[in-house]
């Protein structure tokens, strides 16, 4: 199995920024692949944020982040940053890291779904304050 670490997460106040970092362990792959944040309020579902395909470079935006967050790949393999900025009190979750191997991860309509990833991070909480 893959491993996946989140970290960067804190409490600021809104309009404020933080920068999330994720690491995917993996080992003896040397293909494409997908990385995304998601996040999860309480009683919340978990909801796709902002997706990475390395094939292309190419990136994905869920609409109520667009325009806020910007996901970047680092210099090392299978690591990824999310900034935020403009931080809103909507914004407080839990932040998850994931990664998709399989070919068509990049899918529009698979890249920020949940239930497609198998690789998950333990989230990095993100509390955003009046």
């Known amino acids: 199995q893959v491993q996946v670490v989140e970290s960067g997460g804190g409490s600021v106040e809104a309009g404020g920024s933080l920068r999330l970092s994720c690491v995917a362990s993996v080992r003896n792959y040397y293909g494409r692949y997908c990385m995304s944040w998601f996040r999860q309020a309480p009683g919340k579902e978990r909801e796709g944020i902002a997706g990475?395909?390395?094939?292309?470079?190419?990136?994905y935006y869920d609409d109520f982040v667009k325009g806020r967050f910007t996901i970047s790949q680092d210099n090392g393999k299978y690591t990824v940053s999310l900034e935020m900025r403009n931080l809103k009190p909507e914004d407080t979750a839990m932040y998850y890291c994931?990664?998709?191997?399989?070919?068509?991860?990049?899918?529009?309509?698979?890249?920020?779904?949940?239930?497609?990833?198998?690789?998950w991070g333990q989230g990095t909480q993100v509390t955003v304050s009046s």
């Open positions: 990475f395909y390395s094939g292309s470079g190419q990136k």
């Open positions: 994931a990664a998709d191997l399989r070919d068509f991860c990049w899918y529009p309509s698979y890249i920020l779904r949940p239930h497609d990833y198998n690789y």
